[in-house]
């Protein structure tokens, strides 16, 4: 009872003193739980300390954050959101819509966003030309990952094309190597149909397809191709890929089990967690053809009321695209920094070309949302998209009758 | 007023549980209704523009599957689950020893969580890790059970790790009516001469006739309402050929933004409950007005 009236008369103090000095004040909705991922989080949490704010953290775990989204909706609709929540792509606009985000524009103004972001990432980060939200990271995701001493016993470079990848996979399957070390479970099976729909279709059908959905494009024949390097790749699988976790495939290709992965490169920090040299145990390269899908993980801005929360929100946001952090969160995540103008000495070879990927990419328009990570399309869509997708790679459908499925169920997500 | 007390006393203690029932239950299907009606996404909306969700839901072929897996599902979980609960009641009825323990061994499976039975059984039937690799390992190299990772079988899988789950607490439920026919009736057919197996085909079975129902609408509501099992053992997988109406409505409300078309699919949901029960109730209740 004695500590019920002590904390009581504590936190009202505390809550008189911030009324008073408008300190900021900072509620964070996140997922961001698991070791690499949670130190991440506390490098931001100190430096909002360090500048005088109140951190208050609220680590949702959970269902690759369904979780986290479940709580933001109940929080959104009692009429008491969070200073920031972890959102990424259209779902920064579909919250927009609901008439919740709040304006940043003059701390991304002050700060010089525009300059330093490449302009399809700072597209994400603007609703109806305001700034709503900050970004934290660039994961790409069309990255193929390769135990190195099993490529070399079988003489096999990089592929650079689908058709090499195919005739390495099968010289590999001769030697009692698993080609293709892969999870089967839906998220898994839509990367590597991305990074197909990329290689095969180039950038202008990716986007046609994948970003603006145009049904000539999800039934042309391109698709048809697509779905049949698929069906190929599926035989490149082992029998016994059903529901596997991703980092588990990764641990195939580290000891040699499976020769490639095709995954973001959070798969990156498996291999370097278990003491992999880049360039030397394992390689790292763009799966086979043009362009660049990437993964930007943002916190969103929601609209909150009193002057210690909005100071808060603004010292966030300007702290989150800071070149310090930027580096730092960076190089515990295993992805690259979204502003372009931070050294990237202490970073790895791997995010070196994905550095460099991103800024010619960018210049030349193929810097590209990945839809298997909800960057290109709403939930619905990617979803009803996702269905055929693991349907198909998980049963005996024919590509035509996979692409008919496609537009319909496209159609019908609306 | 100790008299009014006394005379209004059972409905002032049921009145708060009554209220929050109305709305916790009934006013929450309501409001899922109206809102299939609507063409809710992230948020619930409440403009209400007909059956267009339901119209989405009947054209997906995810729902179709969902749908096709809840009949397989169900009807093989609640015959099978019958069948060997009543053959075990009956052989533990036939006043062996040891019946306590042995009793207690069936009805264990009851006392873990689906997502323990899950997890158990992914491991069991993983081709890579469970019985297939084990009866390899034995030399048998060309024997193959890859139910689990084959989307034409995985459904069946589910159907045996319920089964295995529950099939004990139905014979709890079958040994409790069993000992409650009337011992007389028994003896008097085996005075008669009458062999074992007529007695319980022509007498016992028939008289448990309650038990029976009970019985059912305990599995049709497991049936309907599994979740967590197919979460844990196939995550509705190959693609999605193990998803069942409660993890499609999971997927549409928390995973993908999609509310109106997650109460669509919950409403259907309940018509299927609504099905099974009513007529249960209606039974129910005309037994005591008669």
Known sequence: ????????????????????????????????????????????????????????????????????????????????????????????????????????????????????????????????????????????????????????????????????????????????????????????????????????????????????????????????????????????????????????????????????????????????AAGKEPGK??????????????????????????????????LLAKLIVAPKFQEVFNLNKGSIPARTDVSLDKFDMCAKISAEDMATSSENGSLLPSYAHGMALRGAQAGAITDVVTAHFNSDMSSQEAVQQLADAVANSY | MSEWLENHLPKVVLAPSFIAVLIFVYGFIGWTAWVSLTRSKLLPKYEIKGFVQYERLFDSPRWDTAINNLYIFGALFIVIAMVLGLALAILLDQKIRVEGFIRTIYLYPMALSMIVTG?????????????????????????????????????????????????????????????SVDGEIIKAAQVDGIPTWRIYTAIIIPSMAPIFLSAFIVLAHLAIKSFDLVIALTGGGPGYATDLPATYMYAMAFSRGDIGQAAASAMIMMLVVFAIVVPYLYSELRAKND
């Not at chain 1, 790292?284 to 929360?309: H, I, Q």
């Not at chain 2, 039937?125 to 390899?136: C, M």
């Not at chain 2, 890859?146 to 040994?175: C, E, K, R």
């Open chain 1, 1 to 272: 009872m004695k500590r019920f009236a002590f904390a009581t008369a504590s936190s009202l103090a505390v809550l008189a003193a911030s009324s008073v000095m408008a300190e900021p004040q900072a509620e964070v909705l996140h997922w961001w739980t698991s070791g690499g991922e949670a130190k991440s989080v506390a490098v931001l949490q100190e430096e909002f300390a360090a500048n005088g704010g109140t951190w208050t953290d609220m680590p949702v775990a959970g269902g690759g954050g369904d979780a986290a989204m479940t709580a933001l909706r109940a929080r959104v609709l009692a009429g008491n959101a969070p200073t920031a929540v972890q959102l990424k792509g259209p779902a920064i606009q579909e919250w927009y819509e609901e008439g919740v985000l709040a304006d940043i524009s003059n701390v991304a103004e002050a700060e010089g966003w525009d300059k330093v972001l490449p302009a399809s990432i700072a597209a994400h980060m603007k609703c109806e030309g305001t700034w709503c939200a900050a970004p934290v990271n660039v994961h790409r995701v069309d990255w193929i990952w390769a135990n190195a001493d099993v490529l070399a016993a079988n003489g096999i470079e990089m592929p650079t094309t689908w058709d090499e990848f195919n005739a390495a996979a099968e010289k590999l399957q001769a030697a009692g190597v698993i080609p293709l070390a892969h999870g089967g479970q839906a998220w898994q099976d839509a990367t590597v149909f991305e990074t197909v729909v990329l290689g095969l279709g180039g950038p202008e059908f990716y986007n046609k397809a994948l970003v603006e959905l145009d049904p000539e494009a999800l039934t042309s024949d391109t698709m048809v191709k697509v779905f049949d390097q698929m069906r190929t790749l599926r035989g490149f699988v082992d029998e016994n890929f059903s529901g596997r976790d991703w980092n588990l495939a990764t641990a195939m290709v580290m000891n040699g089990e499976a020769a490639f992965q095709i995954m973001g490169d959070w798969a990156k920090g498996e291999f370097l």
């Open chain 1, 281 to 314: 145990d394992f390689l790292c390269a763009s799966t086979p053809g043009d362009g660049y899908l990437y993964n930007v993980d943002s916190f969103a801005m929601f609209d909150v009321e009193g002057d210690d929360k909005r100071a808060g929100q603004e």
């Open chain 2, 119 to 179: 997890t158990a059984w992914k491991w069991i039937l993983n081709p890579g890790l469970g019985i297939e690799s084990t009866v390899r390992g034995w030399g048998f190299e060309n024997f193959t059970f890859d139910w689990l990772v084959n989307p034409d079988f995985a459904i069946y899988t589910i159907v045996m790790a319920a089964v295995w789950q529950s099939s004990g607490f139905v014979m709890a439920l079958f040994l409790a009516g069993l000992r």
